[in-house]
């Protein structure tokens, strides 16, 4: 089995920072494109970012310029940096990663998510 733990959220007053971390655990075999949603209060989860095993890295309009996401390949894990926040930001990220377990195929795999709060 592989779990992915995300932790690093909290409540920070707008303009602060915060960083997020999603550390995956298991029979892991290797780790394919890592990426943060988030999912606002009455709205849809959406795409934020993410990041191949290559380091190529991809942000949502929204976050561009202010979110910076990177991963630790040695210690199977990944962040995000989340700088200049917004209250529009305040959300429960997700983090999803494509990943290959030992004697099995690449597939999905889903965090429970950490709540992010930015206060006016």
């Known amino acids: 089995q592989v779990q992915l733990v995300e932790s690093g959220g909290g409540l920070v007053q707008a303009g602060g920072s915060l960083r997020l971390s999603c550390a995956a655990s298991?029979?892991?075999?290797?780790?394919?494109?890592m990426a943060w949603y988030r999912q606002a209060p009455g709205k849809e989860r959406e795409w934020v970012a993410d990041?191949?095993?290559?380091?190529?890295?991809n942000y949502a309009d929204s976050v561009k310029g202010r979110f910076t996401i990177s991963r630790d390949n040695a210690k199977n894990t990944g962040y995000l940096q989340m700088n200049s926040l917004k209250p529009e930001d305040t959300a429960v990220y997700y983090c999803?990663?494509?990943?290959?377990?030992?004697?099995?195929?690449?597939?999905?795999?889903w965090g429970q998510g950490t709540q992010v709060t930015v206060s006016s």
């Open positions: 999803n990663a494509n990943v290959r377990a030992r004697g099995l195929a690449y597939r999905p795999y």
């Open positions: 990041i191949t095993s290559g380091d190529s890295a």
């Open positions: 298991g029979r892991i075999f290797s780790i394919g494109t």
